[in-house]
């Protein structure tokens, strides 16, 4: 059975000291003299003492925590994100407090009355696949809790956030392809309300214009991005009288469903099909052949969210206009779709 938790009041009374007296004594005042501080010391380590710095930190207005949300923690992506998150906040001397919204948008709301009640001094925020309203996130501002999103947000919201030029990637992705000799290209998207899927969608679509290509709606396979939709997609691909000649994918996870399926009908990759994803996945250089993909430089995000969200911290009294920094894509071509040098 557990014992119960030993307070600043069980060691006052104990000792027969003021509550003030013993919570100088443990801060090193030395207004307390040094027997008064070893007798209080010596209790603590008894009673198994431990200071709440949480109930420290309310009572000067702040919590020195910081409140993530990110859809999961599958994968490379948000793992090395949350690792730039804690090392910046860290420094600063802030915690990070962490919740997954499990793609869930009603698991999201539960996220944000969550971070609300614990009085986080700040929330960053990566949507969930199937959040597509901003209303949730109305309790938040009207708390005057700062707010930054990094990664996903809601296509036509004006928030302050850090974000990847997808829709670059998504161009340089479909142009090297071309430039390997590749002319029916086809494209795994996500959902588009969401900016990354969006805009990488876009990319694609424009790199084709640039080489006077048609955007063939029958090469466009919408879907949720995991391995099963890139099964599905590559499935439904290689059924069409045409077949393409590479894919584009906006997800590692789905380009990794589709080289499964090419390797099930003996095709020759990058020879029969090319493919290209997109986050470089750790996996991404462990397939047979390695994942041509696009960095998304995740440290360097969650760093600069983080940096961002503690601008809005200090600034919390004045109004500013949502900030937005965008970080630019690296494309890493690999043996998956290299069929030329360049």
């Not at 010391?41 to 198994?48: D, S």
């Not at 992705?173 to 996500?190: E, P, Y």
Request: aromatic residues 6%.
């Amino acid at each position: 059975m557990s014992q119960k938790r030993a307070s600043i009041t069980d060691i006052a009374q104990e000792l027969n000291l003021s509550v003030s007296t013993v919570s100088r004594a443990l801060s090193g005042h030395t207004r307390i003299s040094e027997a008064t501080r070893k007798r209080v010391w010596k209790l603590a380590e008894q009673l198994n003492y431990q200071p709440n710095h949480l109930a420290a930190a309310l009572r000067k207005g702040r919590s020195n925590t910081l409140g993530v949300i990110v859809p999961h923690i599958d994968g490379h992506f948000f793992a090395l994100v949350l690792k730039g998150m804690e090392s910046v906040a860290n420094k600063a001397g802030y915690n990070v407090m962490l919740c997954q919204s499990n793609e869930d948008y009603m698991h999201e709301q539960k996220n944000i009355e969550t971070l609300i009640n614990a009085q986080v001094d700040g929330i960053l925020v990566s949507l969930a696949r199937t959040t597509r309203d901003f209303k949730h996130f109305e309790k938040v501002r009207k708390r005057d809790i700062p707010l930054v999103f990094f990664d996903r947000i809601l296509e036509g919201t004006d928030v302050s956030a850090v974000v990847l030029d997808d829709y670059r990637g998504g161009y340089q992705s479909t142009m090297h392809l071309l430039d390997q000799g590749c002319r029916r290209i086809a494209h795994f998207g996500g959902p588009q309300h969401l900016n990354i899927y969006k805009n990488r969608y876009l990319g694609y679509c424009q790199a084709l214009r640039d080489r006077n290509l048609p955007v063939e709606e029958e090469l466009v396979v919408f879907s949720d991005m995991t391995l099963e939709d890139g099964i599905r997609g590559m499935k439904q691909l290689l059924d069409l009288p045409q077949r393409p000649d590479a894919v584009f994918s906006a997800s590692d996870f789905s380009a990794v469903g589709a080289l499964q399926v090419l390797k099930e009908h003996h095709l020759r990759i990058p020879e029969d099909i090319a493919l290209s994803g997109f986050s470089n996945e750790t996996f991404a250089s462990l397939t047979e052949p390695k994942l041509t993909s696009v960095d998304q430089h995740c440290e360097e995000m969650g760093g600069a969210a983080v940096r961002l969200l503690l601008e809005l911290v200090q600034e919390r009294t004045r109004q500013q206009a949502p900030r937005k920094i965008v970080l630019q894509p690296q494309l890493l071509p690999r043996e998956s779709s290299r069929l030329h040098q360049e």
